[in-house]
């Protein structure tokens, strides 16, 4: 679908925002806070599957998107990422966007929008090193996602992130330290050399010997040591 005209932006983002409302749930609500999904502004409680079925007509729609990201309700941000279109993404708006992310599920989404821009490996990189929980989550989380989606990169991409995986290893922030396990499984998944590199890898994170880990090393030994590491 074309971009919408940019005098239609705003109209369509409140007709948006206004939709989101009417399905508004207490129930599906207390069950994402159940999974720590918390937000700091407002939270409508509207699921994953029918945002995407509410962005699908809007793919690509990159005013819209960033009309979507600025109202600061959470299924609105969610919508933004999926509706968002990589090619027009800027260094500039990544490091807005990431900045404003307040939990993981968020975080998560933006990773598997900003893994398919040209900016992506760099940001891994440089965001591994801030100390914001969910920008420092958003680093492993990309590397996952480029693992994943990004079938044209050589190894030597993901070879160069198994480092930076070690040297966090030993955080202990719980949604920092999921995300550096998921990345270093990910790219072990990615075929036969890398899940080498990837199980020696996480040999060496095991030998650090600090709970975190210990436990995201038993994890990724665990999964891509088996016959057929699952997906």
């Known amino acids: 679908m074309a971009h919408l005209p940019p005098s239609t932006t705003p109209e369509t ?41 509410i962005g699908r007509p809007h793919r690509r729609d990159h005013p819209l998107a960033l009309a979507l990201w600025a109202t600061g309700i959470h299924e609105t941000r969610l919508l933004a990422a999926i509706i968002d279109d990589p090619r027009q993404i800027t260094r500039g708006q990544m490091e807005l966007w990431v900045r404003d992310c307040d939990n993981w599920a968020v975080t998560d989404a933006l990773a598997f929008l900003f893994d398919r821009t040209e900016f992506a490996e760099a940001k891994a990189h440089a965001w591994s090193r801030r100390r914001a929980e969910f920008v420092q989550r958003a680093a492993f989380s990309l590397m996952a996602g480029m693992a994943v989606h990004r079938k044209e990169l050589p190894d030597e991409v993901f070879l160069r992130f198994l480092p930076v995986i070690r040297r966090e290893a030993t955080e202990e922030r719980h949604f920092v330290m999921k995300a550096v396990n998921w990345a270093l499984r990910q790219i072990g998944k990615r075929n036969p050399r890398l899940r080498r590199a990837a199980l020696a890898e996480a040999k060496r994170i095991l030998a650090l010997g600090t709970r975190s880990a210990r436990w995201i090393a038993r994890d990724a030994l665990r999964e891509l040591a088996a016959p057929t590491p699952r997906r």
Not at 28 to 52: H, K, N, P
Request: aromatic share 2%; glycine share 10%.
């Open 13 to 53: 983002a409140a007709k948006l925002v206004s939709r989101l409302r009417s399905l508004r749930s207490a129930r599906d609500l207390a069950g994402q806070r159940r999974f720590g999904i918390t937000a700091s502004g407002e939270q409508l409680g509207v699921s994953v599957t029918r945002l995407r079925a």
